[in-house]
């Protein structure tokens, strides 16, 4: 990831932390849209996953410029997720809601440059979690 690509992922999240709730409930309600089957997957009251969802996004994005330090945690990430019955393609979805939600939440400031850095954001450490996730099943 480029400075670039990192500086306008941040800087468009920023615009994201005050509707934080609003996105959240966008996002799993696209999520659940597209992939009802996942649905299983997670708590029936869903407020507490959905602070989770944004506190974790924010996270992320806060330290996209020192991916290293946070290398371990999101790995463990993708590990804890195994748990929930997580598989590769659900990262296609879970992406493809995000990129919804950011574009819903965005309005005006989400272009096709955006995207492509959201997209590129997001795949890499989705890549990084997906990795882990299969070095932990290969050794069990």
């Known amino acids: 990831m480029s400075p670039e690509t990192i500086q306008s992922v941040q800087d468009s999240f920023k615009k994201v932390v005050p509707i934080a709730g609003t996105a959240a409930d966008i996002f799993y309600t696209r999520l659940f ?3 009802p089957e996942v649905r299983p997957m997670f708590p029936e009251n869903m407020i507490k996953q959905k602070g989770k969802l944004m506190q974790m996004l924010g996270t992320a994005v806060q330290n996209l410029h020192r991916l290293q ?3 371990p945690a999101i ?3 993708g590990v804890k ?3 929930y019955g997580v598989k590769d393609a659900h990262y296609d979805i879970v992406g ?6 950011l574009e819903k939440g965005l309005g005006d400031s989400w272009t096709s440059g955006l995207k492509a850095d959201w ?4 795949t890499a450490l989705a890549t990084i979690m997906k990795e882990a996730a299969a070095t932990q099943q290969a050794a069990e």
């Not at 997209?119 to 997001?122: G, I, Q, S």
């Open 96 to 101: 493809s809601a995000l990129l919804y939600t």
């Open 119 to 122: 997209t590129e954001v997001y």
């Open 33 to 35: 849209e597209i992939a």
């Open 69 to 71: 330090d946070v290398l």
């Open 81 to 83: 997720h195994i748990s």
């Open 75 to 77: 790995q463990e990430l």
